[in-house]
């Protein structure tokens, strides 16, 4: 006597459902990482824009800004940005070193983005020439 088998046992359908759920476990643990990593993104993005527009800012002022640690906060992208410099004096005089780390909270003590770079003298922009040229 052989019977004749008209589909599925029990124990394939099992099988195959566990095969299913952790396949798609997987899909949405992927699919979770992914949009957290663009909402990381998007934030490092508009840290790096504020950054270069706090040093745009301090490149156009008419006179040196203070040596030393500043703060601030700025809205942008519908979300306030908290942004610290600091001023360096270095070895040639028409310059400054400045550093500007942009934070997303307040009270972060780790920073999206710094962006390092030097100001001119002032007097550089104003006449075209360096001071000790005049």
Request: glycine residues 6%; without cysteine; proline residues 2%.
């Amino acid at each position: 006597m052989h019977r004749r088998s008209r589909g599925f046992t029990l124990i394939e359908i099992l099988i195959a459902m566990a095969i299913l759920a952790i396949a798609m476990g997987a899909l949405i643990k992927s699919a979770a990482q992914h949009a957290s990593n663009t909402v990381g993104l998007r934030d490092r993005t508009i840290a790096q824009w504020v950054a270069a527009n706090k040093l745009a800012e301090l490149q156009t002022l008419d006179s040196w800004p203070k040596l030393g640690k500043d703060e601030g906060d700025v809205d942008m992208a519908n979300a306030r940005w908290y942004w610290r410099t600091e001023v360096l004096r270095v070895n040639d005089k028409h310059l400054r070193r400045v550093e500007i780390s942009v934070r997303k909270e307040e009270d972060a003590t780790t920073s999206l983005y710094t962006l390092p770079g030097f100001l001119a003298s002032p007097s550089v922009y104003a006449d075209g020439k360096a001071e000790a040229e005049q």
